[in-house]
């Protein structure tokens, strides 16, 4: 038999389980899935243009760019899991924004004339 608390979360949130940090809001939802998708155009727009040119250097600052992104992605699923303290999404959001800053200045390393 389930605990009073029990059965109120569960009426709480329709039958699904709680939040593990609280509730999130659709706010949070939204800027979550904006920045993310801009990153991941960013990202791959790098990626291609760097071997647009064929040059070294291009190809290794787009392969730094990635290997930023796949230490994001793992703070994400850590973060995800519940492994990580709430307080790690400021971090994931400053790198999201420090990859992107980083896509801006390849490009316009990449496209100087």
Not at 24 to 30: A, I, L, Q, V
Not at 34 to 37: F, P
């Given at each position: 038999m389930e605990s009073y608390q029990q059965q109120s979360c569960h009426q709480s949130y329709g039958g699904m389980d709680r939040p593990l940090f609280g509730e999130?809001?659709?706010?949070?939802?939204?800027c979550n899935y904006?920045?993310?998708?801009a990153t991941i155009i960013a990202v791959l727009a790098t990626v291609i243009s760097a071997f647009v040119h064929l040059v070294a250097l291009n190809i290794v600052f787009s392969g730094a760019i990635v290997m930023n992104c796949i230490s994001n992605i793992f703070l994400i699923y850590?973060?995800?899991q519940g492994d990580l303290d709430p307080k790690f999404r400021n971090l994931i959001y400053y790198n999201s924004l420090v990859t992107l800053l980083l896509c801006v200045i390849a490009f316009v390393t990449f496209f100087k004339k």
């Open positions: 999130s809001n659709k706010k949070d939802k939204y904006v920045l993310g998708a850590w973060y995800r």
